[in-house]
Nanobody, 123 residues
């Protein structure tokens, strides 16, 4: 099956930038989109940004231009560049992939393939 492996999290101060990476291993052609989600303690997992096979992106409203999702197909790697980080961005960040209708791509429950997560802590 497919394995998604995230990296790049850490503990940073507010205002700095951070880049998360997610590399996919296995057969990924069955997916039509990949995305980043996050879950803070005591909160539900929420969509952050998604990108489809053609490179079309969609962001959660709270991103407000601070985050950029991108991918390198040849490397099967997904990125999330986060700038001007705020304490409220503190969460476990997950990479996900699946075949998802366009109207549901920011919904965590629409995805069945997940990475193990990478922690981002902003103070």
């Amino acid at each position: 099956d497919v394995q998604l492996v995230e990296s790049g999290g850490g503990s940073v101060q507010a205002g700095v930038s951070l880049r998360l990476s997610c590399t996919a291993y296995g057969y990924t052609n069955k997916f039509n989109c990949m995305g980043w989600f996050r879950q803070a303690p005591g909160k539900e997992r929420e969509g952050v940004a998604v990108i489809n096979r053609r490179g079309t992106t969609r962001y959660a409203d709270f991103v407000t231009g601070r985050f950029t999702i991108s991918k390198v197909n040849a490397e099967k790697t997904l990125y999330l560049h986060m700038s001007n980080l705020k304490p409220e961005d503190t969460a476990m960040y997950y990479c996900a992939a699946d075949r998802v209708p366009a109207t549901r791509r920011l919904l965590a429950r629409a995805y069945n393939h997940w990475g193990q997560g990478t922690q981002v802590t902003v103070s």
